[in-house]
C-alpha cells in the first residue's frame, strides 16, 4: 500500500557532499516522522537523523554540522543533505516513514529499499 523509493546514492570523495531523496507513494493519511538510518558493514542500524511534523529535527552527533535533514510535505518526500563527508559514513542509507494510511490506523513504519553511500579516503 505505501511504497519508499530512494536515490542519490553514489560513490564521493572525502570532503565532498551529497544528496539523498526518498518519496513515499500510495495510501498516505498522515505522516508523523521521517528518518534516515544507515547500516555500515559489520554494524548495526543507526538512526541518522529524524524530522517530525512541526519541523522538530534531530541528529545523531557524529553528523551534527554536516547532515541536514529536511522534507516537502506536499511531495511526502524527504531529503537529506550530507556535507564533508568521511570515509565512516560509507554505509547503506535507508529513509523510514512512521506514518498513517487512514484516520483508524495506528502509525506503523515503512522503509526505503537502501542505497548505498560510499566516501573514498
Known amino acids: 500500500q505505501v511504497q519508499l523509493v530512494e536515490s542519490g546514492g553514489g560513490l564521493v570523495q572525502a570532503g565532498g557532499s551529497l544528496r539523498l531523496s526518498c518519496a513515499a507513494s500510495?495510501?498516505?493519511?498522515?505522516?508523523?516522522?521521517m528518518s534516515w538510518y544507515r547500516q555500515a558493514p559489520g554494524k548495526q542500524r543507526e538512526l541518522v537523523a529524524t524530522?517530525?511534523?512541526?519541523?522538530?529535527?534531530n541528529y545523531v552527533d557524529s553528523v551534527k554540522g554536516r547532515f541536514t535533514i529536511s522534507a516537502d510535505n506536499a511531495k511526502n518526500t524527504v531529503y537529506l543533505q550530507m556535507n564533508s563527508l568521511k570515509p565512516e559514513d560509507t554505509a547503506v542509507y535507508y529513509c523510514?516513514?512512521?506514518?498513517?494510511?487512514?484516520?483508524?490506523?495506528?502509525?506503523?513504519?515503512?522503509w526505503g529499499q537502501g542505497t548505498q553511500v560510499t566516501v573514498s579516503s
Open positions: 524530522i517530525i511534523s512541526g519541523g522538530h529535527t
Open positions: 500510495g495510501r498516505i493519511f498522515s505522516i508523523n516522522a
Open positions: 523510514a516513514f512512521s506514518l498513517r494510511t487512514s484516520f483508524i490506523s495506528s502509525h506503523n513504519d515503512y
